[in-house]
């Protein structure tokens, strides 16, 4: 079967740096997304992989292997509005997204 | 770009109710995609329409719920009777081209409670 699994929860400190892991198992690969997710809102496009490697994208980067089924979303001198979910989503071999769960992240001062 | 429309922003109905959802999408995009989110199963894929053809609706929880996209700019779920385990919030999203393998934008979504 397709899974996505990503932590459900995270406590970081405002100004560190976290991050947030995702790993996949589903039939093929052909990308992967992050979306962030305020309580009460809307998911909001951060970053798409589909090669090997970092992509950084100013505060916030995003990590993917292919071989390890892994992506990690790496987020630099936290705020206190980055308390969010983020979501994963892999794009498998038929082109169907598939959605993980959510990492819930808090920040704390 | 007013960026993709739901209405009501909340709907709160009593069981056996009939309940409709709307959805405009951004301009100009091909693709329509209806989600359901909850604490409990997160987000689900419900439905979604390729130039106004509804192309993979087997996310469908069952007979009560139906989806149509009369036209590029509109597009409705209605679920018929209404049950308290449909409580939750329901998105609307679309994308530019004819594949969930883009950005998709979303709308603020529908909080709905059925009691």
């Known amino acids: 079967g397709q899974n996505i699994d990503q932590p459900t929860e995270m406590t970081a400190t405002e100004g560190a740096i976290v991050q947030i892991n995702c790993t996949y198992q589903?039939?093929?690969?052909?990308?992967l997304f992050w979306y962030q997710q305020h309580a009460g809102e809307a998911p909001t496009f951060l970053s798409y992989n589909v090669l090997d490697g970092l992509e950084e994208k100013g505060r916030f980067s995003s990590f993917l292997s292919r071989s390890k089924g892994y992506s990690y979303l790496l987020l630099k001198e936290l705020q206190m509005k980055d308390s969010a979910s983020y979501l994963c989503a892999v794009i498998d071999s038929n082109y169907q997204l598939i959605w993980g769960a959510g990492t819930k992240l808090i920040i704390k001062p | 770009d007013a960026g993709v429309i739901q209405s009501p922003r909340h709907e709160v109905t009593e069981m056996g109710q009939e309940v409709t959802l709307r959805c405009k999408p951004i301009s100009g995009h091909n693709s329509l995609f209806w989600y359901r989110q909850t604490m409990m199963r997160g987000l689900e894929l419900l439905i979604y329409?390729?130039?106004?053809?509804?192309?993979?609706d087997s996310g469908m929880p069952e007979d009560r719920f139906s989806a149509k996209m009369p036209n590029a700019s509109f597009s409705t779920l209605k679920i018929q009777p209404s049950e308290p385990r449909d409580s939750a919030v329901y998105f609307c999203a679309s994308t530019p081209g004819t594949s969930d393998a883009e950005t998709q934008y979303f709308g603020p979504g529908t909080r709905l409670l059925v009691l």
């Open positions: 589903t039939s093929g690969f052909n990308g």
């Open positions: 329409f390729n130039n106004n053809v509804p192309i993979d």
